[in-house]
């Protein structure tokens, strides 16, 4: 059974930092293209970055450069997505999610993944 199960978002105040974690199961882990996306209330899910299968190349959305950083560990079938100066405009529902094997086609966009995460709420509020 396949699943991605996100961890480590919160409240945080402006400036703020956290982790964000992804573990996986139920697939190969070392073999997929990992994406993080992200959806705040009333608007569509939207790409933040990802991470390739062997975690040579990595891709991010503007916005988040300089501020966001995709990281994985194949060892333990985990994605991470370390978030550093929040702003208010990055809180929502922060996503997960697993490519077809070896495909680094379509990153930026949701059909370009096979797998979801069920998300983890990120509020950026003083």
């Known amino acids: 059974q396949v699943q991605l199960v996100e961890s480590g978002g919160g409240l945080v105040q402006p400036g703020g930092s956290l982790r964000l974690s992804c573990a996986a199961s139920?697939?190969?882990?070392?073999?997929?293209?990992m994406g993080w996306f992200r959806q705040a209330p009333g608007q569509e899910r939207k790409f933040v970055a990802a991470i390739n299968w062997i975690g040579g190349a990595t891709y991010s959305t503007d916005s988040v450069k300089g501020r966001f950083t995709i990281s994985r560990d194949n060892a333990k079938n985990t994605v991470y997505l370390q978030v550093n100066s929040l702003k208010p405009e990055d809180t929502a529902v922060y996503y997960c999610?697993?490519?077809?094997?070896?495909?680094?086609?379509?990153?930026?966009?949701?059909?370009?993944?096979?797998?979801w995460g069920q998300g983890t709420q990120v509020t950026v509020s003083s």
């Open positions: 999610a697993a490519a077809s094997p070896y495909s680094d086609h379509g990153l930026t966009v949701s059909d370009g993944y096979a797998y």
């Open positions: 139920g697939f190969t882990f070392s073999s997929r293209t």
